[in-house]
């Protein structure tokens, strides 16, 4: 006789509601992780597609402005303390001072150039469907959240799967699911009552705390623009917005620069 017929109705039932909890936690973790890893890198490249590169611009015209503000600042005190300064140490101290601004351009430069780099190599929708079918087929065999017994080896299989899917790679996915199936083995709940009422409140606290970190998740950045990405007039409005910025800062580069070449003739007239 098998010990399933030696369970009593109670225990049974419970069984049958974690294993639905399980499924539904399984449900929650890949849609949670799908936000992550997928939808919302996706959104910002595609906002830096059509918005961030107009950032960039402007971030760029802002720190050449401020550059030639300080730099009449510097001209400015050479001048009244009648000193003789360099023009290569004026732009050593300029580089100097503006370095973290250099990092920020740097930055934006990098997400403008990953994101059309992810644009250009997305998966065939095929080859997506698989990728996300595999993921969530080994979501629900490793995901430590569901498998609270893991061994070492599935531990290190389950940091293979999340690696994988951060850089969707489809062939090394198709190859973890094997490496899997070679040493999957059925797993049977266990019989305590104690155990199995601790399992299902910790499953339905696990699954309540997904749901409202992904509702979180929808309220910020990328995901409260997914509408107005597609709105074409909205995008065009913000480029627009960018570069009115973008024209006042290149008034200001105009503006410092005029004034930099009347105090170095200021500077050289006063030291000879």
């Not at 999957?184 to 339905?204: M, N």
């Not at 709105?231 to 503006?255: G, M, S």
Request: aromatic fraction near 6%; hydrophobic fraction near 35%; charged fraction near 35%.
């Amino acid at each position: 006789m098998t010990q399933a017929l030696k369970l009593s109705s109670e225990i049974i039932t419970i069984q049958e509601d974690i294993a639905s909890l399980e499924q539904e936690l399984g449900k929650v973790i890949f849609e949670r992780d799908e936000m992550l890893n997928t939808v919302k890198p996706n959104l910002e490249a595609e906002y830096q597609k059509k918005i961030g590169y107009k950032e960039l611009e402007r971030m760029e015209t802002e720190i050449t402005a401020r550059r030639y503000k300080r730099q009449v600042e510097l001209i400015r005190a050479a001048v009244n303390r009648q000193e003789s300064i360099e023009e290569k140490d004026i732009a050593k101290q300029l580089d100097n001072d503006f370095q973290e601004w250099y990092k920020k351009i740097n930055e934006q430069y990098e997400k403008v150039k990953e994101a059309e780099d992810r644009l250009n190599n997305l998966m065939s929708d095929d080859d997506n469907v698989e990728f996300k079918t595999l993921y969530r087929k080994l979501v629900f065999k490793l995901h430590p959240d569901l498998n609270p017994n893991q061994t070492k080896d599935e531990e290190n299989l389950w940091h293979r799967v999340q690696l994988t899917y951060k850089s969707g790679d489809l062939e090394e996915m198709r190859s973890l699911m094997i490496i899997l199936e070679a040493q999957d083995s059925a797993v049977e709940l266990p019989s305590s009552k104690d155990i199995l009422e601790k399992r299902k409140t910790k499953l339905t606290k696990q699954i309540q705390k997904i749901i409202n970190n992904m509702s979180e998740l929808e309220q910020a950045f990328p995901f409260n623009i997914v509408g107005k990405l597609a709105d074409k007039a909205w995008v065009n409005t913000k480029v627009e917005e960018i570069q009115k910025q973008i024209n006042q800062w290149q008034e200001k580069c105009e503006h410092y620069e005029a004034l930099i070449k009347v105090l170095l003739v200021i500077k050289e007239t006063r030291v000879n």
